[in-house]
């Protein structure tokens, strides 16, 4: 599903992020990617949705090169992801209901068929009773979630996290991991980056581990 | 394809709502691309408007050609005939010489005067309805007939028309002119209010870029906004020149009157202000592309 050869990604300035990276995840595999800040995890999942190209080596996804893919065609490798962003990158100029809206209007579904689809999505995440809300009225937690919303209501075959946990308290990252556990039940393919111990204690599962961009083994 | 044309409509009905949210910004806008383009399209009404009263007073131009004195009746009949078979000639009417005496006696008051005479000094006459009436090819049949040997003088009874012509091609010039820098603004004032709507909605443009959205998708609301507020703008412009002609017929009915005459200013024909807005719309779709292709690609999700 996911296959990194070789790949070296350098930042404008000289700085190496990730170095040498090989691995594979295969269809309906669940694993965390681990590392302290600054290891490079948010820049291997940029790779990964093509926001970052390696400056060697490849990225293959889905059995599309990432560095060879037209720019028509980066659209519709994206459909098949779910990203859920450290940011979250939530829209401040509309409600909740309508952020998980968005990439359904941008794949072009009927109007009906997608409100039953957000409404189903806000109620896996437990936000169903905020649909009307601001997503700046949302608590962190509630955004978190909001975020993995919009990143699933598209049914994606492939879902990209990047610390969905981070700030927030033990309660609430027990929740959205189990959020997470559902999609792995049903076949999606998970990679989760996260620097949580809790976490990974609860929920064992293949860890690749960064160390300053390189793999550990 | 069902699908799609509610895509379109929908980006068709959040562009109204986008323009309905800032009332002022667009009733401004579109009133300053009213204004430009109602210069040259007004411009454009009042030639045609000369043009049509020029036309009406010039009637069907006519060349008169007078025959040398002592032509005999035979050489008229050759002649005659001659200007019939003649391509550019549609038909001609004779006018002999003692008919023309008696018209002049008639017509000019001075019966007395001709009457006094002791001789007809008029020569007969041909009076010739050429088949084309544009200024050019008068000339060129009244140049043809001035080289007839048995004709003594040619004229052409048009040449002020052609003056009028003349200068009408030279305004004609100037309101093209300004029309295409007035165009101009138009495509600035649409690239500048699209660029500020980008900016404002980076943040969006970069999600949905991110979830994956194509480049026409995103492209398509600003387009759809030029579009539209073009259309807005002509329609002002329309209104403007009609609101203008209203109050100028108003004053020139006193005018006229004194001449007896129902002159009034026309308003653009249908189809040239279907035109008129086809091309604003166009004008405005092309300001909100080339400010698109500027600036989206500027913005790339990090
Ligand atoms: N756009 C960028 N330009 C330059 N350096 C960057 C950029 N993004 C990240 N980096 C650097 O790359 C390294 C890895 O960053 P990142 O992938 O965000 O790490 P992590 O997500 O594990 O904290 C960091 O040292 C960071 O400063
Ligand atoms: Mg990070």
Not at chain 2, 30 to 54: D, E, M, R, T
Not at chain 2, 65 to 76: H, N, S
Not at chain 2, 169 to 198: D, E, Y
Not at chain 2, 205 to 222: Q, W
Request: hydrophobic share 45%.
């Amino acid at each position: 599903m996911i296959k990194f050869n070789q790949v070296y990604k350098r930042y404008p300035g000289g700085y190496e992020a990730l170095k040498n990276l090989s691995f594979e995840i295969a269809e309906g595999e669940m694993v965390f990617l681990t590392g302290h800040s600054g290891a490079g995890k948010s820049t291997l999942l940029k790779l990964i949705a093509a926001i970052e190209r390696p400056n060697s080596g490849s990225v293959v996804v889905k059995g599309q090169n990432t560095k060879s893919l037209k720019s028509g065609a980066l659209p519709y490798l994206r459909r098949n992801l779910g990203l859920v962003f450290q940011d979250h990158k939530l829209l401040f100029d509309r409600n909740a209901f309508d952020n998980v809206m968005l990439p359904l209007q941008i794949c072009g579904f009927d109007h009906r068929e997608s409100a039953k689809r957000v409404r189903a999505a806000l109620d896996k995440v437990g936000l169903l009773k905020r649909e009307k809300a601001n997503p700046i009225a949302l608590s962190g937690g509630e955004q978190q979630r909001l975020c993995i919303a919009r990143a699933i209501v598209n049914r994606p075959t492939i879902l990209l996290a990047d610390e969905p946990t981070g700030n927030l308290d033990a309660e609430y990252s027990g929740e959205i991991m189990h959020i997470f556990k559902s999609f792995h039940q049903v076949g999606v393919t998970l990679l989760i980056s996260t620097h949580d111990e809790a976490v990974l204690r609860q929920f064992p599962a293949r860890a690749l581990a960064l160390k300053h961009g390189e793999l550990q083994t | 394809m069902k699908n799609s044309a509610i895509q379109h409509l929908r980006v068709i009905r959040f562009t109204l709502q986008r323009l309905r949210n800032t009332p002022i910004a667009s009733l401004l806008n579109i009133l300053v691309i009213g204004i430009a383009l109602s210069l040259p399209i007004g411009g454009y009404v009042l030639l045609k408007n000369v043009q049509g009263l020029a036309e009406q007073m010039a009637g069907t131009p006519q060349i008169s050609a007078f025959l040398a004195m002592g032509t005999g009746p035979d050489e008229i009949a050759r002649i005659s005939k001659q200007l019939k078979d003649h391509a550019a000639v549609d038909h001609i009417e004779f006018v002999p010489r003692d008919l023309a005496l008696k018209q002049l006696q008639l017509s000019t008051g001075l019966a007395d005067v001709v009457g006094g005479l002791s001789q007809n000094p008029l020569p007969d006459a041909f009076i010739i309805y050429p088949i084309a009436l544009d200024a050019q090819k008068l000339e060129l049949l009244r140049d043809d007939l001035k080289s007839w040997p048995k004709f003594e003088h040619v004229q052409l009874d048009s040449a002020w028309a052609h003056k009028l012509e003349a200068l009408l091609k030279f305004a004609r010039l100037a309101v093209l002119i300004l029309a295409a820098m007035l165009s101009f603004a138009l495509v600035a004032i649409t690239f500048n209010t699209i660029r500020l709507q980008i900016l404002t909605q980076r943040d969006e443009i970069e999600v949905s870029k991110l979830i994956g959205a194509t480049n026409g998708f995103i492209r398509r609301p600003f387009l759809y906004f030029g579009l539209i507020q073009g259309m807005l703008g002509g329609a002002a412009a329309w209104l403007i020149i009609a609101s203008s002609l209203f109050l100028l017929n108003y004053s020139l009915a006193g005018l006229v009157q004194l001449y007896a005459s129902s002159f009034t200013l026309k308003h653009l024909s249908l189809g040239d202000s279907l035109t008129l807005l086809g091309f604003s719309s166009y004008l405005g779709w092309l300001g909100a592309w080339l400010s698109v292709s500027q600036h989206l690609w500027q913005i790339e999700p990090k």
